[in-house]
């Protein structure tokens, strides 16, 4: 589906955020193009590839981390954060705690992750307008102060979900990952088949 | 937290993690306390605070030690066998999407005072310092049976009975010499100590084909590595727990085990909070009263500014002293680590010493290892007891791990990870196949 271009990148990016602010329904709307009102908590697959063209001949391929629900009582691992290119902190704008929680979130990330991390900050439930308790320029202005990306989103309408992940991908560092074409092991693939297998298949 | 579960696991070391996983992926509803704020029990990996927090309390860290997330040092040093066991599970429950690894440079043994290659071919033996050229034609001769050698058929052990005969007998068969008995019974089949000559050569015989085929599979050594340290097992088997479903609590105290009238676990309490469950699973710190202290391990973690020159100056290396060497029932395993395998900063080196402790004087006995790694700027040295359960857990439904022993890889874990799962279900562990992120790309598609 994706034309052939010329640059190409692969880069991990992390969820952060409170519980039941939408970080599944994003990545969801974002690489499915679908959403689910009674989605439940994160199972099975919380691992999903997207690729966004960024221009004619530049795509992004994001390697996707959900938490899968190791957040609600803080049970992150370092290895979550370990190697993230970019991370999407998402607060819900019908809950005024949830943007402290992602303000947490942001200094951890700055603590655990690499110092050139993007971090996009990410209103979410846009649709939900009259519930708003967040005014917009109040997150505006604090994620200008911390150097963050901000996008209100709707994972519901799809509102900016696609514009979130390409403002994301044109800050990345792609001519530099470029030349990598797939984030390629520096060590060994444990998956090859052994040499000497004997009986072949185990049972273990 | 207060609700019902299938089962509750106590502790996030890599025995009650790769539990999880696979109970959470077999649709069990799990719930995971650790009451330490970090991944990993006995078998984690420390940054700098956390070593000098365990090690040197109250005192400062050197500045001059650089970042603390440069560092991950393992609390028990082990590699992985290419071939063993946890690199079975790892890919089949795909738990290396989350994990790089990386191959260990070199296998070393000591002999007569100097540390030579661990020889895994044929060619490798011809060339080898360890042995005269007598013995190394005999040698040969016992890698060449070795090759043909298949586990299931009986036509292929050279009219052996490896059920009935013993380890002596084969090496007897093969004239091999008491010092090359010494590096194949202790580097490569990686015994402890010298019962194993007496009893059945099968079992040692199989641990050699292990390690030769995990030196066949990547070429330099019979190890691979975790980059960020060995702490990325349990948590990379934690994160698969909880894609499945799994919930975890980090830094939850555990009040209370409860039981019921006729004794069974029937659940937790962590302050006012109560979790039940009819199934726990958990390590030996959580049941003090239910296990049995055995040996006693040293464990000498080692800072180095240079490769360590009697491997080659490898960037890692395992090097063991096999027991009879310094006149011990015990061997010596030292582990070479570098800034390669992202637990150092750069330009620093890790050795990381251990055995069975057989006197009061620990650590004079790990001299012998320290000397090959000198100089040393920092050295941490600790005392580990190794608990196993006093029971099968069948009678109150509290099955608990052992701590991880002396031996220099993970073929003790995942045996035991085995064992409780046959202890809980009755059944044989069987993996199923965990669908790759490609297949579950083209899946979605």
């Known amino acids: 589906m994706t034309t052939p271009s010329t640059r190409y990148a692969q880069f991990k990016l992390v969820l952060l955020g409170e519980s039941a602010v939408g970080k599944s329904s994003l990545v969801h709307r974002f690489v499915k193009d679908s959403f689910d009102e009674y989605r439940e908590s994160t199972i099975g697959a919380a691992f999903l590839t997207q690729t966004v063209n960024v221009d004619e001949n530049t795509t992004v391929k994001f390697e996707i981390w959900d938490t899968a629900g190791q957040e609600r009582y803080k049970s992150l691992a370092p290895m979550y954060y370990r190697n993230a290119n970019c991370a999407v902190v998402v607060y819900d704008i019908t809950q005024a705690a949830s943007l402290d929680r992602a303000k947490a979130w942001v200094k951890e990330l700055q603590r655990q992750a690499n110092e050139s991390i993007v971090i996009a900050l990410a209103g979410n439930k846009l649709d939900l307008e009259s519930d708003r308790e967040v005014d917009t320029s109040v997150a505006q202005s604090y994620a200008d102060e911390a150097g963050l990306l901000f996008y209100e989103t709707s994972a519901k309408s799809g509102e900016n979900v696609l514009e979130l992940f390409t403002g994301i991908a044109k800050k990345l560092p792609i001519d530099a990952a470029a030349s990598r074409h797939r984030p390629v092991p520096k060590g060994v693939d444990l998956s090859k088949p052994s040499p000497s297998s004997g009986s072949g298949a185990c049972n273990c | ?445």
Request: hydrophobic share 35%; proline share 5%; net charge negative.
């Open chain 2, 1 to 445: 937290m207060e609700e019902e579960y299938d089962v509750i696991v106590l502790g996030t070391g890599l025995t009650e993690c790769i539990l999880s996983g696979i109970f959470s992926v077999e649709g069990k509803k799990v719930l995971h306390i650790d009451r330490n704020d970090h991944y990993g029990g006995e078998s984690a990996s420390y940054n700098l605070t956390q070593i000098f927090n365990k090690f040197r309390p109250g005192k400062e860290v050197p500045q001059d030690l650089g970042r603390d997330r440069d560092w991950n040092v393992d609390m028990v040093p082990k590699f992985l066998m290419a071939n063993g066991e946890l690199t079975n599970i790892l890919v089949h429950t795909d738990v290396t999407r989350y994990i790089e690894f990386k191959q260990i440079s070199g296998s070393y043994v000591y002999r007569d005072g100097r540390v030579a290659k661990v020889p895994a071919t044929e060619m490798e033996a011809i060339r080898s310092p360890l042995m005269g050229i007598f013995e190394k034609r005999r040698m040969k001769k016992f890698f060449e049976w070795l090759a043909t050698y298949k586990a299931d058929d009986p036509s292929t052990f050279q009219g052996m009975d490896l059920d009935s005969m013993s380890m002596n007998e084969v090496y007897a068969k093969f004239g091999l010499e008491p010092g090359t008995k010494d590096f194949i019974g202790h580097a490569m089949a990686l015994q402890l100590d010298d019962s194993y000559l007496t009893m059945p050569a099968r079992e040692t015989v199989d641990r050699i084909v292990l390690y030769l085929q995990s030196v066949a599979r990547y070429g330099k050594s019979p190890y691979i590595y975790p980059l960020y340290g060995l702490g990325e097992l349990p948590q990379g088997f934690a994160r698969l727990s909880a894609i499945y479903g799994g919930t975890y609590m980090l830094d939850k105290p555990v009040d209370e085990i409860l039981y019921d009238d006729d004794g069974k676990f029937m659940g937790i309490r962590s302050g006012e909070e109560v979790a039940k469950a009819k199934i726990c699973i958990g390590d030996p710190t959580y049941f003090p009263s239910k296990v049995r202290a055995g040996d006693k391990v040293i464990r000498a973690i080692c800072v180095l500014k240079h490769p360590v020159s009697g491997c080659d100056n490898a960037d890692s290396a395992q090097i063991i002293i096999p027991q009879n060497q310094v006149g011990r029932k015990h061997d010596i395993y030292t582990t070479v680590l570098s800034s390669n395998h992202n637990v150092v900063p750069k330009d620093h080196y890790l050795g990381m010493v251990s055995t069975v402790i057989e006197t009061n004087a620990p650590h004079l006995e790990i001299e012998p290892a320290i000397k090959l790694l000198k100089p040393i700027s920092e050295t941490f040295m600790g005392i580990a007891t190794l608990y196993e359960p006093l029971e099968d857990g069948k009678a109150d439904n509290v099955y608990i791990s052992r701590s991880y022993d002396a031996t220099s890889h993970f073929e003790t874990t995942t045996d035991d990870v085995k064992n409780i799962y046959r202890r809980i279900t009755g059944k044989d562990l069987v993996l199923k196949k965990r669908p790759t992120v490609d297949e579950e790309q083209a899946a979605q598609a």
